[in-house]
């Protein structure tokens, strides 16, 4: 199962652009990767997935790289809701299982 | 909608006694997951379920069994509860099969106390 490399934390002034960056060296070419965040032990929200195209939903933005060995989720305005564990997953083939990390906390500042 | 739902939401047991974490999906999907949190750590995979009548383990499977008792529900039962099982217990469905692409659901997680 590919491992994934997230810093363990960040911060981000409210209204600016969230940018947390995620290593994933060791990924299959047919793996995909997932970011889902966590608020006060809730339980996980997904948030946006892909293979080697760039990415957009309603939430944020994900920016793989061409040799897709790392990622970048961008959240365009952050908030103060945005305070959360954000986790880089690659999911594992045959299983569907997530294989989570230690995640990067994201503290939005006012 | 309810999504994926977990009950109880809280529980303390005594060491030894035993106890079924319920969970159910209302989504049709056909895959199902149960995982656990430490504290300060990400979610570790228990078992999971790809289709109704399977059953798999995962990465931390010792002291835990599992039922596909259809394909709404999947129920994680300790038989003897011990204090390192004390935990946050997350269930997980997702859409399609294990080899899809499709996001994985998640309920709002059992906190479980073993004294």
């Known amino acids: 199962d590919a491992k994934t490399t997230q810093p363990p934390s960040m911060d981000c002034a409210e209204g600016r652009a969230a940018n947390l960056p995620c290593n994933h060296s060791?990924?299959?070419?047919?793996?995909?990767v997932y970011w889902y965040r966590q608020i006060h032990s809730q339980g996980p929200q997904y948030i946006i997935h892909?293979?080697?195209n760039n990415e957009t939903n309603e939430m944020a933005s994900l920016i793989i790289t061409e040799d897709r060995k790392s990622s970048t989720l961008i959240l365009p305005h952050a908030t103060l809701r945005d305070t959360a564990v954000y986790y880089c997953?690659?999911?594992?083939?045959?299983?569907?299982?997530?294989?989570f990390g230690q995640g990067t906390t994201l503290q939005v500042k006012p | 909608n309810a999504g994926v739902t977990q009950t109880p939401k809280f529980q303390v047991l005594k060491t030894g006694q035993s106890m079924t974490l319920q969970c159910a999906q209302d989504?049709?999907?056909?895959?199902m997951y149960w995982y656990r949190q430490d504290p300060g750590m990400g979610l570790r995979l228990i078992y999971y379920?790809?289709?109704?009548?399977?059953?798999d383990k995962g990465e931390v499977p010792n002291g835990y069994n599992v039922s596909r008792l259809n394909k709404r529900e999947f129920s994680l039962r300790l038989e003897s509860a011990a204090p390192s099982q004390t935990s946050v217990y997350f269930c997980?469905?997702?859409?399609?099969?294990?080899?899809?692409?499709?996001?994985?659901?998640f309920g709002d997680g059992t906190r479980l106390s073993i004294l």
């Open positions: 997953i690659v999911r594992s083939l045959g299983t569907g299982k997530l294989i």
């Open positions: 060791t990924i299959s070419g047919n793996e995909y």
């Open positions: 892909g293979l080697k």
């Open positions: 989504m049709n999907h056909n895959s």
């Open positions: 379920s790809a289709s109704e009548g399977t059953t």
């Open positions: 997980a469905s997702i859409a399609g099969g294990v080899s899809g692409n499709q996001p994985q659901h």
